[in-house]
């Protein structure tokens, strides 16, 4: 009975490596179809030409901030030198205990004004609203600290104007034409489209000047190095798969553009949510399919948002465990979702890969790793089944790191040298001996936290891009010009700096 029970084992734990490897093969294959087919396509379509069609919608930059001092000049200088015909950039301090406010104050030359605006979705109370005379549209938002991004979102969210809303992290920045290439599908596709999301890029490394990455180059760090191998595999290699057949279920927190009316329509970012970038997917999936319409989410893997990735392991551990925290307790608040073909693919088959191999995954992964040494302990070794295991978990991960470098390297090319792609091969075959491992058993910490009902959203630190910039800086940049919507008739809220009562209504065109 005894060798009947660990056959059993071995079974369960081979049957579970054999499907995760082989969904990995077929969304590496399917991969390589779809950028293939869309860089054809880029040959006949102007990118720049994008901006100046009938139908390119005006678009509001929302970007959440709390205690980014190391990197929010860096992050508002990229977001205003986007090539884009008409957009804003709605910079939201959440409640910063550090000099982010202050520096912002100082680099942009803010200045507080009155500015109208309707608490459509829900946030804490907004404290002040500044300009600056250097851009027209570029607003800063001062409010109490909500506890959480998607708070001071939404805050955003009240305060812009466009009917697109694009939300990028205060760590990020994004490339120059960025914005016309997520903005395509809306008009390609205006009915349907609901959100895209765009590639995230580790930008570590990387020389950035003035908000931009003038050089694209490797982290130093390894675990940066990790994360740079992971982040092809889920950006290149399961996102463009997932958005392909309709079923994309994450649009990054870090870089994802979205029609306003439907963040309206859903209540905005859910502040009760650890994963609220994931939350707020469902969500739309969720409410238009309730209410049968169309819902496109898609993914574009060409607009590149660089981002500051965790280099240290307290740091890292802590994301990854707040990750699985996140997606378990959004998973379990739509359970009404699951297998639900009214839905979709996103209901019959992204979510349940998502419980299997995101939610279960972890336990089998630490059982299978702990059964080999187990066994050898006990003299009870099943060598077909431990050589196997060893094929399936190690060879075939390394294989699809592999396949994702090669897929990176022949599409967009970023890593050029030799040296470098050198480099990347070597993490991506060593990720499998050790950090991989560690990456389960943070994942398994966020299972259990979250059996444990554990709340919180938790600290990131940042080291910021480089040397802060002179303020001087801030006066020679070029004004971008927008034109500013028609006033709605509708009552709206004056946001009075010197009233505490935020809650006044006037149809007075002088107020407003």
């Known amino acids: 009975m005894w060798y009947t029970l660990v056959d059993l084992f071995n079974t369960t734990i081979l049957a579970y490596t054999v499907a995760l490897q082989l969904s990995y093969f077929i969304f590496l294959a399917l ?48 977001m205003l030198r986007l090539q884009y015909p008409q957009f804003e950039v709605v910079l939201v301090n959440d409640g910063s205990s550090d000099r982010t406010l202050e520096l912002l104050i100082e680099f942009f030359r803010l200045e507080k004004v009155y500015r109208a605006w309707r608490p459509e979705v829900t946030s804490m109370p907004v404290r002040g609203v500044y300009i600056s005379p250097l851009y027209s549209n570029l607003i800063v938002v001062d409010k109490v600290n909500g506890g959480s991004k998607a708070d001071a ?7 812009s104007r466009y009917p697109l809303v694009c939300v990028v992290d205060a760590d990020s920045l994004l490339d120059q034409d960025a914005l016309m290439r997520v903005a395509r599908l809306y008009i390609e596709d ?38 740079n191998v992971e982040y092809f595999r889920a950006f290149l290699m399961g996102r463009v798969a997932w958005s392909a057949i ?27 949510s650890i994963g ?16 049968g319409k169309p819902c496109k989410l898609k993914f574009v893997c060409d607009p590149a948002c660089w981002t500051e990735a965790p280099t240290t392991l307290r740091i890292l551990g802590a994301q990854r465990a707040r990750w ?44 299978g790793l702990v059964a080999v040494p187990f066994m050898f302990a006990l003299h009870i070794v099943n060598w077909p089944f431990a050589l196997f295991y060893y094929l399936m978990a190690v060879v075939a991960g390394i294989f699809v790191s592999i396949g994702a470098l090669v897929l990176e390297e022949v599409s967009y090319g970023k890593y050029p040298r030799l040296r470098d792609i050198l480099r990347l091969a070597w993490y ?38 480089g040397p802060p910039p002179a303020k001087a800086k801030a006066f020679a940049m070029t004004p971008v010009e927008v034109t500013p919507p ?13 009233d505490p009562d935020q809650s006044k209504s006037t149809r007075d065109p002088d107020h407003t």
């Open 246 to 272: 309709d079923a994309l279920l994450i649009i990054s927190g870090a870089f994802g553009l979205f029609r306003r009316d439907h963040l309206v329509k859903v209540g905005g970012y859910k502040s009760s």
């Open 31 to 78: 991969s390589f179809k779809v950028i293939r087919r869309y860089l054809q396509g880029l040959r006949f379509r102007n990118v720049t030409s994008i901006g100046s069609m009938p139908n390119a919608l005006p678009i509001s930059i929302v970007m959440p901030a709390h205690n980014e001092a190391m990197t929010i000049t860096e992050a508002a200088q990229s």
């Open 324 to 367: 699985q925290r996140g997606l378990m307790q959004t998973l379990w608040q739509h359970r009404k979702m699951w297998f639900n073909p009214r839905y979709g693919a996103a209901g019959m088959v992204a979510i349940p890969y998502m419980l299997l191999f995101e939610v279960v995954g972890p336990a089998i992964e630490i059982a």
């Open 276 to 291: 609220e970038d994931f939350e707020l997917v469902l969500a739309l999936r969720r409410k238009l399919g309730d209410e």
């Open 190 to 227: 205006p009915e349907s489209t609901v959100g895209v999301g765009g590639l995230v890029r580790v930008a570590n490394g990387c020389e950035i000047k003035d908000g931009r990455v003038v050089k694209v180059r490797l982290p130093k760090e390894p675990l940066a190095m990790f994360q």
């Open 486 to 498: 028609a006033p709605t008739p509708e009552p709206m809220i004056v946001h009075d700096p010197e």
């Open 153 to 159: 979102v939404n805050a955003g969210i009240n305060l």
């Open 428 to 465: 991506s075959v060593a990720e499998n001996f050790g950090y991989r491992q560690l990456t389960v058993w943070w994942r398994l910490k966020g299972i259990w936290q979250f059996l444990m009902k554990r709340k919180g959203w938790g600290q990131m630190t940042r080291t910021g891009f």
